[in-house]
Structure formats: structure tokens, C-alpha cells
């Protein structure tokens, strides 16, 4: 495993921000990854997981310490009865992955269709869309630890999933680097179309195949999401804000028609759970309330056609997209009270 210098960060993220990587490392099994770490241990490093940087905002100053880019490969499906466990190694990409299971006709992946970077870091945020967490699948996750190198399985339970948040973003369990996830399928399908947008789509047509499901969260995804290929970003820049039962009343006291869906406490991993949890739209708020929708301040704006997603139109800075995504922050508190937080990791 070669260990390089000074590699720019801003190409390994979607956000395309960002300096340099002061030590650079690609780990492709445990083997590389213990070397990492005695590396990093014996320079005093901090280490940074870097998957495919497509939830990541990196300082312009770049990452004094060592990324270490995941890349463990291959991928396995298990016979379970009813079910099929398909065990893929954390650098695998995961939109091709979830491709995979739906050629092989297993269902659980397809709502899930269409997000970017690896099957490492779907844990880590609990990812999610168009109704479907991706904990609702997971069998268990493997890990090593970065402190003593310790190698660990946690089965679903243990991950402390909630909304976009896991034991992996936790103090404790920050130092584990994913290396493998299992991942449990159906062979009988039943469609999840409940989430509008899928609904709306299959109103003429009942019982779509797994094909056509994938087929339809692509188009919907490629209408609310910018073309990476065009500019720079990482989706959803922010977590749709919980609010308690009262605040949401008062809200909507005020806009009646402001959206608002109730969470089951068992979706929260880090608030306290006797508080009746209402999830608002921050999109609804950021259109309606804040009138920011399209807002654009030199090379940094919200998108237009989904304003929770933070686009880099150019060349801007770390420091543009903080100062934009601060003045957006500002404008919602002043607005509602709501104090909303990033969904991207800012390092
Ligand atoms: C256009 C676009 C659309 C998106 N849509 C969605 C969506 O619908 N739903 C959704 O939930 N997200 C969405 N995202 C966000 C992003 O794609 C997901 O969070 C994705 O899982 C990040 O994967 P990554 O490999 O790029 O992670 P990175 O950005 O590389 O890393 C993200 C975090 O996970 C950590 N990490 C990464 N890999 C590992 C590992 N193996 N072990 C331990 N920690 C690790 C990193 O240290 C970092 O803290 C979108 C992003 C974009 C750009």
C-alpha cells in the first residue's frame, strides 16, 4: 500500500471544494488498512475515512493528517430462505449494487437507486429516499477499529439508526472504519410506493416490476437533482429540521399550510425520546417561508428545482459554501425559531 503526498481533495468530492490531503492512502483490505493506521500513529496523524466524497466539505486549507480512501471490493449473495443476504465490501459503489440485487431480482435497494458514493458510508447517515431507509435492511456491519485495530461485527440493533444518523457518527464510534455491510433482500416483492413522488408516478400503473421502480426513482432523482457532471455537490446540504408537537402547532399557526410528518421516537438515535417529533420540509420552508428557493451569491446557491441541495456553480471556495450555507442557516432561524443543521459532514 503506497502511502502519497499532498493529494487535492477537491476532485475526490462532489461537492469539488477543498485543499489537499497531506498523506493519501487506498485501502483495499484489512492488511492495508493496519498499515494505515501504524502510519498515522507513528507521525501523530489524525485520520479522515474518505469514501466517495459525495457527503463531505472539505476546508480550503485541505487535511493536515491522512485520508484513507476505502476501496474493499466484491460482493457475495447468500441463500436465506425466504431472503437472500448479499454481503458487499464498503468500497463497492453503491448505486451499482443496488443494480446488482435488482438484476438478480432481489428486492429492499430499489427506492434506495440513484445515490452517490459506496456502500461504506450508507450506514454511517442511515441513507435514505423516496420511503425507505436503508436500515430497514441491514443485517450487520463489519468494522475495524482505528484506535486498536480491532475487527467487529454490529448487527442492526447495535447501529443505533435514526434519521440520517447511526452509532457511526457517534463520539464512540467514530473511530470504526466500515469494511463490509450485509444486507438482507426479499425474493417476494412488494413495492413501497407510498412516498408521493412514486405514487404520483405509478397512479396509471399498479404492481411495477423491480425494474420499473428503479426506473422511476432515476427519472424523479434526475429532475430534482442537479448533473454532477455539470457542477459541484453533495445532494441534501441539510437535515430536515424535528420539531416537538407544540413548536410545530405554533408554526403552523402562523403558515397553515406548512407540511409536517410524525416520527416514530424509535427513528432517533440522539434526542430525547419522550418528545413528540414532528419532521418538517426544510425545502417547504426554504421555497415558502424563506423565499431562498434558486437563491444563488456568486458561485454558490440553492438549486432551483429542490433548494435543500447546495450547488457549487464554478470554482468557489469552502469558505463561499460555509458563508452561504451560515446566511441560509440565519435566514431560517430568524424566520422560524428552527435552528437546522448540516447533512453533510463538514470537516
Ligand atoms: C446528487 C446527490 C444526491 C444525494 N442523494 C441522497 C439521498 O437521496 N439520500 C441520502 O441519504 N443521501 C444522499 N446523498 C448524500 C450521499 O450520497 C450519501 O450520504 C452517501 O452515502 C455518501 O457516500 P460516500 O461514499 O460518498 O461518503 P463520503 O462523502 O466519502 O463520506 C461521508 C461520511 O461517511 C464517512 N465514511 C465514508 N465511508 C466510510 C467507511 N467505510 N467507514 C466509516 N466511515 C465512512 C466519512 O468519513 C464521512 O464522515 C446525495 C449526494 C449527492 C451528491
Known sequence: MEIKENISLR?????????????????????????????????????????GGSNILIPDEGFFGLVIKIDFKGIEFVDKDESVRVISGAGENWDSLVEATIQKGFSGLENLSGIPGTVGATPVQNVGAYGVEVKNVINWVETFNLDNGEVKKFYNQDCQFGYRDSFFKTEDGKNLVITKVSYLLERNYQPKLAYKDLAVYFSDSKDPSLGEVRKAVLKIRADKFPDLKKV?????????????????????????????????????????????????????????????????????????????????????????????????????????GIKIDEEVRVI
Open 11 to 51: 476532485d475526490l468530492t462532489t461537492l469539488k471544494v477543498g485543499g489537499e490531503a497531506r498523506y493519501f492512502c487506498l485501502v483495499k483490505n484489512v492488511k492495508d488498512l493496519s498499515q494505515a493506521r501504524e502510519f498515522a500513529e507513528s507521525k501523530k496523524l489524525s485520520i479522515l475515512i474518505l469514501g
Open 232 to 336: 459541484g455537490t453533495a445532494g441534501s446540504f441539510f437535515k430536515n429540521p424535528i420539531v416537538s408537537q407544540d413548536k410545530f402547532n405554533k408554526l403552523r399557526k402562523k403558515y397553515p399550510d406548512i407540511p409536517g410528518f410524525p416520527v416514530a421516537s424509535s427513528d432517533f438515535s440522539s434526542i430525547n425520546h419522550k418528545l413528540p417529533t414532528i419532521k418538517l420540509s426544510l425545502a417547504w420552508i426554504l421555497d415558502k417561508i424563506c423565499g431562498l428557493k434558486g437563491k444563488r451569491d456568486g458561485q454558490v446557491g440553492l438549486f432551483e428545482n429542490q433548494p435543500l441541495v447546495l450547488v457549487n456553480f464554478g470554482n468557489a471556495t469552502t469558505d463561499e459554501v460555509k458563508g452561504f450555507s451560515n446566511s441560509v442557516k440565519e435566514k431560517v432561524f430568524a424566520q422560524t
